[in-house]
């Protein structure tokens, strides 16, 4: 079971940048994906999350409205679409994954419910 997280690297303030994460190993619809960051001397810190359908998806306060979460099964990939950064997005970027459970949208936003991660992407943002 693996993640494989790319897209990161070095953009302007109000620039915009897509994250990828490729899932390997399980069947990738049966899992809810997550993304978070952790900022230099930062705890990690929750930044999206989605259902295994895409349908239902959960921001955190600080990037709702200029980040999105998306999915393609068919590809096994998860999409962080992020627009309008500042440059206290500055993080490294980790995708995650978890299974399915009743009680899900309960916990999305802590580390629980993932149980693979995926190795970062570092992002900047910078003039």
């Known amino acids: 079971v693996q993640l494989q997280a790319s897209g990161g690297g070095l953009v302007q303030p109000g620039g915009s940048l897509r994250l990828s994460c490729v899932a390997s190993?399980?069947?990738?619809?049966?899992?809810?994906m997550g993304w978070f960051r952790q900022a230099p001397g930062r705890e990690r810190e929750f930044v999206a999350a989605?259902?295994?359908?895409?349908?239902?998806?959960y921001y955190a306060g600080s990037v709702k409205g200029r980040f999105t979460i998306s999915r393609d099964d068919a590809g096994n990939t998860v999409f962080l679409q992020m627009s309008s950064l500042k440059p206290e997005d500055t993080a490294v970027y980790y995708c995650?994954?978890?299974?399915?459970?009743?009680?899900?949208?309960?916990?999305?936003?802590?580390?629980?419910?993932?149980?693979?991660w995926g190795q970062g992407t570092l992002v900047t943002v910078s003039s």
């Open positions: 995650a994954s978890g299974l399915h459970t009743s009680d899900w949208q309960s916990y999305y936003s802590s580390i629980a419910p993932y149980d693979v």
């Open positions: 190993g399980r069947p990738f619809g049966r899992y809810v």
């Open positions: 989605g259902s295994r359908s895409g349908r239902i998806t």
